[in-house]
């Protein structure tokens, strides 16, 4: 099974700054992996598909790159509704598809 | 734009079986996964498996011996029944579509999501 392993557990920023999100993969998972935010009481929403392709309607602020076991979740200038919980997931060795833990972004 | 729209039973008892199902509108089964996932404060997010439109299925290697995912084309329905559960059950369970194959893969549309507790 791979472990995704994501940094920091907790990230404090102010609008406008610069966030960065990290994913680790425990093996290569190639350019296969999907980022995702989800909001108190709701289901997580796609953001980022293959590392770096942007799902439909997300803004361009958001930005995804990265392979084979390092990611990276990129917001270039924090918007309110940005203040969230992040996660990644994979399925290139599976069963089973895993997720990362988690990281909170939160208003500093 | 496709939606999915789920329920099921919302409390259990320990030994007995959850049950959901998710009604997928405004769009196809076919060339897709669906897929059931559930959230718990002390595991974050699980993937308990998928079915595709011809029945395929595969599940999480740790909750197989008790899953059994189905689908329903002519509803537009799939279902979830997992068996025996305990309080470590406990979760908030999602009906979502996957797309992709193989690697690349992932989840463009989820359910609304339903908390199930397991209590005596």
């Known amino acids: 099974e791979i472990v995704l392993t994501q940094s920091p557990a907790t990230l404090s920023l102010s609008p406008g700054e610069r966030a960065t999100l990290s994913c680790r993969a425990s093996q290569s998972v190639s350019s296969y992996l999907a980022w995702y935010q989800q909001k108190p009481g709701q289901a997580p929403r796609l953001l980022i598909y293959d590392a770096s392709n942007r799902a439909t309607g997300i803004p361009d602020r958001f930005s995804g790159s990265g392979s084979g076991t390092d990611f990276t979740l990129t917001i270039s200038s924090l918007e309110p509704e940005d203040f969230a919980f992040y996660y990644c997931q994979q399925r290139s060795n599976w069963p089973p598809i895993t997720f990362g833990q988690g990281t909170r972004l939160e208003i500093k | 734009q496709l939606q999915l729209q789920q329920w099921g039973a919302g409390l259990l008892k320990p030994s007995e079986t959850l049950s959901l199902t998710c009604a997928m509108s405004?769009?196809?089964?076919?060339?897709?996964?669906w897929t059931w996932i559930r959230q718990s404060p002390g595991k974050g997010l699980e993937w308990i498996g998928e079915?595709?439109?011809?029945?395929?299925?595969n599940y999480n290697p740790s909750l197989k011996s008790r899953v059994t995912i189905s689908i329903y084309t002519s509803k537009n329905q799939f279902s979830l029944n997992l068996r025996s559960v305990t309080a470590a059950d406990t979760a908030v369970y999602y009906c979502?579509?996957?797309?992709?194959?193989?690697?690349?893969?992932?989840?463009?549309?989820w359910g609304q999501g339903t908390l199930v507790t397991v209590s005596s």
């Open positions: 405004g769009g196809s089964f076919s060339g897709y996964y």
């Open positions: 979502a579509r996957g797309v992709g194959s193989t690697g690349r893969y992932w989840f463009d549309s």
């Open positions: 079915i595709t439109r011809t029945g395929n299925t």
